[in-house]
């Protein structure tokens, strides 16, 4: 590697469609024929680590940097392999550490993952001539595959590890080898091979609602979508709301009823959306969804069953959108009127 003299990387792959940063990285190492760290220490120095971050959402200016120079590709395409380009649409603003509205986290605990912060589709990663993983499987409301409409999964359906990517050349010897990015780094299991599952639609139009929510992903920007950072918020507070543990909020129970589905168990404590497993994470998504699909009516309705107060809809919510303040406020008039409840 010192001895090349030009700019370029020999092997300068671009990033593919929605792919995302670690992934990108990952394919140029092995492209080169290099595990994954000898790569980046040879590259970056011993002094810049990479892998005890999460790259995807941490990636350091001189990281970002280097990959532009090296493969040249346009600056601005390597940000966009990076969760800092949902700025402005799934989060308000980007912090460096807690959590960050909608995107999965990883749990980091040195280089190794605790949580189950990336998905994949196993029909997409057999259907790609070169298996990657996409920026919006970082997305924590989006659990349904957008292009197949089969569920995402979040770890290995073997031994049910989270997707390391960057560990998939410590432990397999044949990591380098083409359609390496598609195994479990853990018990080598093709992700390709997991079961196809058929997501159980609570309601037509709540699907609906999230498939489109989930495509805006991709459009981000443009026009030819509703879906904004307001509409996003509000749901991610429905989805708050849901698993309060507040005694006279019922707003989950009120929703399943007139679904005319059972609750699934839960994981107990203060549990934020996004460390979720992905099966709660549909259930109270669908849930949501349902709401939105109406929420003034559906709303009313609630707030009128006493499943929720209006008060709560508002809860630890900044930056509120004009609709849904509207919608509460009535609420609130109408207690008002009534004397109170």
Not at 309 to 338: G, Q, S
Request: with cysteine; glycine share 6%.
């Amino acid at each position: 590697m010192r001895g090349i003299t030009s700019s370029l990387w020999p092997i300068h792959y671009k990033p593919l469609p929605d792919e995302l940063l670690s992934c990108w990285l990952v394919r140029l190492a092995h492209g080169h024929g290099l595990k994954v760290q000898t790569f980046c220490n040879l590259i970056f120095g011993n002094r810049h680590q990479v892998w005890n971050r999460d790259i995807d959402r941490l990636a350091p200016e001189w990281l970002l940097s280097e990959l532009s120079y090296r493969t040249g590709t346009p600056a601005e395409i390597v940000w966009k392999t990076t969760l800092r380009a949902y700025e402005g649409l799934l989060y308000r603003k980007f912090r460096l550490s807690g959590a960050l509205q909608w995107i999965l986290a990883l749990k980091m605990y040195h280089r190794k993952r605790v949580g189950h912060g990336l998905q994949f589709c196993p029909v997409c990663l057999a259907e790609d001539v070169i298996p990657y993983f996409r920026k919006r499987w970082r997305v924590a409301f989006n659990t349904v595959c957008t292009r197949h409409g089969t569920m995402l999964l979040d770890r290995c359906p073997k031994c049910g590890v989270a997707i390391a990517l960057h560990r998939l050349d410590m432990v397999r010897p044949d990591a380098l080898e083409i359609g390496a990015m598609s195994h479990c780094h853990a018990c080598g299991f093709d992700l390709r091979d997991a079961p196809k599952v058929e997501p159980i639609s609570y309601d037509s139009q709540a699907s609906t609602l999230l498939i489109e929510a989930s495509r805006a992903l991709d459009i981000a920007g443009t026009a030819g979508s509703d879906w904004d950072l307001g509409r996003y918020a509000v749901m991610h507070q429905l989805c708050r709301i849901m698993t309060t543990q507040y005694k006279h909020i019922h707003l989950r129970e009120f929703a399943l009823n007139q679904l005319g589905y059972q609750d699934i168990l839960l994981t107990e404590g203060h549990i934020s959306f996004e460390m979720r497993p992905i099966e709660e994470r549909y259930h109270l998504a669908q849930l949501t969804a349902w709401l939105l699909v109406d929420p003034k009516q559906r709303l009313t309705a609630a707030w009128r069953a006493r499943a929720i107060r209006y008060n709560v809809l508002l809860k630890d919510f900044t930056d509120i959108p004009e609709w849904y303040h509207m919608i509460v406020e009535t609420l609130a008039n109408w207690r008002n009127r009534l004397g109170g409840q």
